[in-house]
């Protein structure tokens, strides 16, 4: 599979529905001979304590964002043997509970689609150009990049 891998970016504000993503992207997978598929939905979750999250604010850069997505896809590409690729990313006023994005991978054999996936959804959370900004009662905060996500990436540059 290496080499055939086609890494299809999706940035968009309108809600997607998992089930629906999923089933498009097993007829692809199935279509260039995959064995296996790793899926990961991320979903906004709601705060703990009283500052209920009322939104979650997501900014990008267009045509930027694309471009380090696509990137990021195809260190994936060259990594492992993969057949297709999803990454999927909203942006816009977002709701506790609704999808916000969603990883696909598809490869010959499972180890493949599962790292893929995980280096993509450790690189997505720190390298992607996304601003995110939390509405509560309290008022609006940005998101931080965080120490644990820094040290998520930290094994994949690790020879």
Known sequence: MTGDTAVEIRVQPAPFDPGAVLSEFTARAAHSGAGAMVTFTGLVR??????????????????????????????????WSLGPVLILHRFGAL?????IMMVATASAHRQD???????????????????????????????????????????????
């Open 46 to 79: 709601d705060l703990p304590g009283a500052d209920r999250l009322s939104c979650m604010e997501i900014e990008h850069y267009p045509g930027m964002t694309e471009k380090a997505l696509a990137a990021i896809g195809a260190e994936a590409a060259q990594r």
């Open 95 to 99: 709701r506790p509970e609704e999808p």
């Open 113 to 159: 689609a599962f790292e893929a996936a995980d280096f993509l959804m450790d690189y997505l959370k720190s390298r992607a150009p996304f601003w995110k900004k939390e509405k509560t009662s309290r008022g609006e905060d940005w998101v931080a990049a965080k120490d644990s996500d820094e040290a998520a990436l930290e094994r994949w540059t690790k020879g």
